[in-house]
């Protein structure tokens, strides 16, 4: 059974730079019936999902796929910057002194003490599994160093343990198109759609690969000049994206991602890792170009009780949405250990 509830924190919440949200609101989905013995799933979600985890991870989350089962309760909680009803930077429950581009930076710490809230606030102790892939691996290793003990299993796929300079200059690239509409900076309710749009065409570079690229938007023809499927993909997904998101949303959750370090204020990136005592699977994709397996091997080396798992993918970074029957079976033999 899939129900949505919004939290309500009544207090202030401080975040990691020192400023604080007042009335915190946590939007989240729950799947399946909270009993004694149930096992709790966690999933941490990405930079433009939600908490709906059925739909947008089908294969892992729908009907009858491998985490549709009696025994587990799922709680995917909707993270603190987004426009998908937890506080975020166009929420109505906000002062204007702390709306749009007053919004304060948050950081996926802030996220994982948000998620923790949320966790005493249903009465849970202890969490079976939790994962989360990109930047909800982010906050999945924010989430577990807080959790310790309380946590059995954690799956971290297609992420890092601070974020790249890569990926930073590839996030500063996009915030460059939002700012180049005017429109961004008028903070109004429709603001930045047409550098959202960019923004996005932007990032899927850095989502998919060259031979992703060559196996879906190949030309048919051989006497084209313009008009490209590969041209028409990218606005299209830039449009996509225009439909359903925000770009103020876009700003602070990207500026999140870039702040990311585990080790930050904990002595060092390793020390900090090596404090998560969890059964730990790490996966990688070949073709991830914005998280290379090389930072999925850091992650597993570590980590005190990790392993490393490596899906060959032509489909980059996004492999972890599209290589789900792979992923399945990586994730079987993990949880029946």
């Not at 790490?282 to 397996?293: A, K, R, W, Y």
């Not at 492999?319 to 029946?336: A, M, R, S």
């Amino acid at each position: 059974m899939k129900q949505v509830n919004t939290f309500h924190f009544s207090s202030e919440f401080l975040l990691e730079s020192g400023s604080s949200l007042p009335n915190l609101e946590i939007t989240y989905h729950t799947f399946g019936t909270l009993t004694p013995t149930s096992k709790i799933i966690w999933v941490c979600h990405a930079l433009t999902a939600n908490s709906d985890v059925s739909d947008w991870w089908n294969g892992l989350f729908g009907e009858g796929d491998l985490f549709d089962k009696p025994d587990y309760y799922i709680i995917c909680a909707n993270i603190i910057g987004s426009c998908y009803g937890s506080t975020g930077p166009q929420s109505n429950q906000l002062p204007e002194s702390l709306s749009y581009l007053k919004f304060p930076l948050i950081t996926p710490r802030d996220m994982a003490n948000a998620h923790q809230l949320l966790k005493t606030e249903l009465g849970i102790d202890k969490i079976h599994v939790l994962i989360g892939s990109s930047l909800g691996g982010h906050q999945a290793q924010e989430f577990a160093y807080i959790l310790q003990e309380k946590l059995e299993k954690l799956v971290l796929i297609a992420t890092n343990a601070k974020h790249s300079p890569f990926g930073i200059a590839f996030n500063e690239s996009q915030r460059l198109s939002l700012l180049a509409d005017e429109t961004f900076e008028q903070e109004i309710p429709e603001g930045g759609q047409k550098g959202l749009k960019a923004a996005r065409s932007i990032a899927m570079l850095s989502y998919r690969s060259y031979e992703g690229y060559v196996k879906t938007q190949s030309e048919d023809v051989n006497d084209k000049s313009d008009n490209f499927k590969a041209s028409s993909y990218q606005a299209y997904q830039g449009q996509k994206l225009v439909n359903r998101f925000n770009a103020y949303s876009y700003w602070y959750l990207s500026k999140a991602m870039d702040s990311h370090n585990i080790g930050r204020n904990r002595g060092s990136v390793e020390k900090a890792l090596g404090q998560i005592p969890a059964n730990t699977l790490v996966i990688g994709i070949t073709s991830d170009l914005l998280f290379p397996v090389s930072e999925q091997a850091f992650l597993a080396s570590h980590i005190p009780n990790a392993e490393l798992e490596i899906i060959d993918s032509i489909f980059g970074h996004d492999g972890f949405l599209v290589e789900t029957k792979t992923l399945e079976n990586i994730l079987i033999n993990f949880l029946n250990k």
